[in-house]
């Protein structure tokens, strides 16, 4: 992770609830990759999330595919039926969830048949009842977790992301990236808005605020 060796005091803010160091980002992530492997992620599963745009969807965007799984950013703008035909569509093994969703996937619990567990993402001082099959709440976890955690290596063109279309004829339909493919975009967006502070009007120092859900084609 080059912010955490180039600027590892440079700030993540998340509403007004949290801010953390790159530095911290670094050890969430590695304890997200062991409470990961604690409650059964194994490579080549799939790791859906539905939350708003939060340090938790930071961390997953890292924390999943380095540890070899597949993350499916769930569209939570998709009616019931559409959501439930991408998680069956995508086979998803287990599903990190806003509390605020609970509801959606109450509703359709019953036909989801490939969901091994949940985890609980709430920024409430308690946490909501629910039917399903509890992991537990994801700060709880992380918080019982190591934040050293030695990632293996892999084929670059392995699957890390999926997500789904909206907006055109017919079913969501599936698209994923490689690492491979992650990695050249990467270096395409540093390129583009990476630059010195001394070129161009957007820098490597400016500060940026996103707008666009996090499932919106890897927004």
Not at 73 to 84: F, Y
Not at 110 to 118: A, E, L
Not at 156 to 179: D, I
Request: charged share 20%.
């Amino acid at each position: 992770m080059s912010p955490v060796v180039n600027n590892p005091d440079q700030e993540i803010v998340y509403r007004d609830a949290l801010r953390f160091t790159y530095r911290d980002f670094r050890a969430r992530v590695h304890k997200l990759a062991n409470t990961l492997t604690k409650i059964g992620v194994r490579p080549g599963d799939t790791v859906a999330i539905m939350d708003w745009d939060s340090h938790r969807y930071l961390e997953c965007f890292f924390a999943v595919p380095m540890l070899g799984a597949v993350l499916h950013t769930v569209n939570v703008r998709l009616s019931p039926e559409q959501i439930i035909y991408t998680i069956d569509h995508a086979e998803d093994d287990f599903i990190l969830v806003n509390s605020e969703f609970l509801p959606i996937l109450e509703q359709i619990k019953g036909r989801i048949t490939t969901v091994k567990d949940f985890v609980i993402l709430n920024d409430e001082d308690s946490l909501p009842k629910s039917s399903l099959s509890i992991a537990g709440e994801y700060e709880g976890l992380l918080a019982e977790a190591s934040d050293s955690f030695e990632f293996a290596d892999f084929d670059e063109n392995t699957r890390a992301t999926t997500f789904y279309t909206t907006g055109t004829t017919g079913l969501p339909k599936g698209v994923y990236f490689s690492h491979r493919q992650l990695v050249l975009h990467t270096l395409g967006t540093i390129a583009a808005l990476g630059t010195a502070t001394d070129h161009g009007r957007f820098h490597q120092k400016d500060v940026y605020m996103p707008i666009t859900p996090m499932f919106h084609v890897h927004a």
